[in-house]
C-alpha cells in the first residue's frame, strides 16, 4: 500500500518563504563614494576650502598633505576630505600629526 505524500499548495510554499524574502530585499544601502581626481590641480578647484588627501583605493586609506605618502601609493587618487570620510575612508596613522610610526617603505 503506498502512502500519499501531502503537497503544498502555491498560496503556502509563498507564505512560507516571503519572511526570507523580504528579509533579504531590506540591505542597507552603501557609503556614496567619494569623487577621485588624477591630477591634485582638479581636486583642488572641485574642493574649494575642503583640504585635498590622496585615497588609497585598494584599502581606503587617505593621506594628508604632509604625509609622505601624499601622491605616492600605487593605486590612488586625490579627493575631498570631507567626501572620503563620508565614503568610509580613514585616514593613515603615519607622520601627519598621529604618532604613528612611518613604514620605511611604500605601501603597495
Same mark, same amino acid.
Given at each position: *500500500? *503506498?502512502? /500519499?505524500?501531502?503537497? !503544498?499548495?502555491?498560496? %503556502?510554499?509563498? !507564505?512560507?518563504?516571503?519572511?526570507?524574502?523580504?528579509? /533579504? %530585499?531590506?540591505?542597507?544601502?552603501?557609503?556614496?563614494?567619494a569623487r577621485t581626481f588624477a591630477v591634485e590641480a582638479d581636486a583642488t578647484k572641485a574642493c574649494g576650502s575642503d583640504?585635498?588627501?590622496?585615497?588609497? $583605493? $585598494?584599502?581606503?586609506?587617505?593621506?594628508?598633505?604632509?604625509?609622505?605618502?601624499?601622491? $605616492?601609493?600605487?593605486? #590612488?587618487?586625490? +579627493?575631498? @576630505?570631507?567626501?572620503?570620510? $563620508?565614503?568610509?575612508?580613514?585616514? %593613515? @596613522?603615519? +607622520?601627519?600629526?598621529? #604618532?604613528?610610526?612611518?613604514?620605511?617603505?611604500?605601501?603597495?
Amino acid at each position: *500500500m *503506498m502512502r /500519499r505524500v501531502p503537497t !503544498l499548495s502555491l498560496a %503556502a510554499v509563498l !507564505l512560507l518563504t516571503l519572511p526570507f524574502v523580504t528579509a /533579504r %530585499a531590506q540591505v542597507t544601502p552603501a557609503a556614496p563614494e567619494a569623487r577621485t581626481f588624477a591630477v591634485e590641480a582638479d581636486a583642488t578647484k572641485a574642493c574649494g576650502s575642503d583640504p585635498v588627501v590622496w585615497v588609497n $583605493k $585598494k584599502n581606503g586609506i587617505y593621506h594628508l598633505k604632509t604625509s609622505r605618502w601624499y601622491g $605616492k601609493t600605487k593605486e #590612488g587618487a586625490y +579627493a575631498c @576630505k570631507s567626501e572620503a570620510d $563620508k565614503a568610509g575612508h580613514h585616514q %593613515a @596613522k603615519d +607622520a601627519s600629526g598621529t #604618532g604613528a610610526a612611518t613604514p620605511s617603505t611604500p605601501p603597495k
